[in-house]
């Protein structure tokens, strides 16, 4: 089954430990991105990859690292997490950018609490 | 402004029909979309229009398109209590690759 995969589901942690989520994608895409959801402010874009080894900011990059060593994984890292990072993260792919013919696929989002 | 903007919240009865609004910020945006997200779910694909046209209908979904406004709303005809979700609306800005930038969602709610 064609899919994207988010792990964890529900994260609680402290702030200042790094932490990584992960994201995973079989349908050989190109493009991932990472956004997170907050009350009233909808998605944004937190980083995105286009290819391998191509990664680049989105709207709010702040405090996150991505990395894209390989086409399938593009982890999402809080090297020192704190309490304004605490949201619902989605990881989305799609063979190229997020046009109409190229539409996003989403995971099914890591709610994460920083205390 | 620079936002996608929508409207939080709208609440109708099942078999009435939604409307739901946005209004985006790129009058050069190419492609605009609806996107659906269930509860405890990534969103999906839901309908788009290209800017060029006026109106899109699919089924149950009519998207009407104003350029000059830039507006766009999505009307759901016979609202069911599966179509209770939050729909956001998208939009493709001009020189961004390709780069979708959200509407703040609206949260639909279906009543019996």
């Known amino acids: 089954e064609a899919q994207v995969t988010q792990n964890p589901r529900y994260l609680i942690t402290v702030t200042g430990k790094k932490l990584t989520v992960t994201c995973s994608q079989n349908m050989n895409h190109e493009y991932m991105s990472w956004y997170r959801q907050d009350p009233g402010l909808g998605l944004r874009q937190i980083y995105y990859?286009?290819?391998?080894?191509?990664?680049d900011k989105g709207d709010v990059p702040e405090g996150y690292k991505v990395s894209r060593k390989e086409k399938r994984n593009f982890p999402l890292i809080l090297e020192s997490p704190s309490p304004n990072q605490t949201s619902l993260y989605f990881c989305?792919?799609?063979?190229?950018?997020?046009?109409?013919?190229?539409?996003?696929?989403f995971g099914n989002g890591t709610r994460l609490t920083v205390t | 402004g620079e936002d996608v903007e929508q409207s939080l919240f709208l609440s109708v009865r099942e078999g009435d029909s939604s409307v739901i609004n946005c209004t985006y910020t790129?009058?050069?945006?190419?492609?605009l979309y609806w996107y659906k997200q269930e509860p405890g779910a990534g969103l999906q694909l839901l309908t788009y229009?290209?800017?060029?046209?006026d109106m899109k209908q699919d089924q149950r979904l009519t998207v009407l398109l104003n350029k000059k406004d830039k507006h766009l709303s999505l009307r759901i005809a016979d609202t069911q209590t599966g179509d209770s979700a939050i729909y956001f609306c998208a939009e493709i800005k001009s020189g961004t690759a390709s780069k979708l930038t959200f509407g703040t969602g609206t949260r639909l709610q279906v009543t019996l």
């Open positions: 229009i290209f800017s060029n046209m």
């Open positions: 989305a792919s799609s063979l190229s950018g997020g046009s109409y013919n190229s539409p996003l696929h």
């Open positions: 990859s286009m290819n391998v080894e191509v990664t």
């Open positions: 790129d009058s050069s945006s190419t492609y």
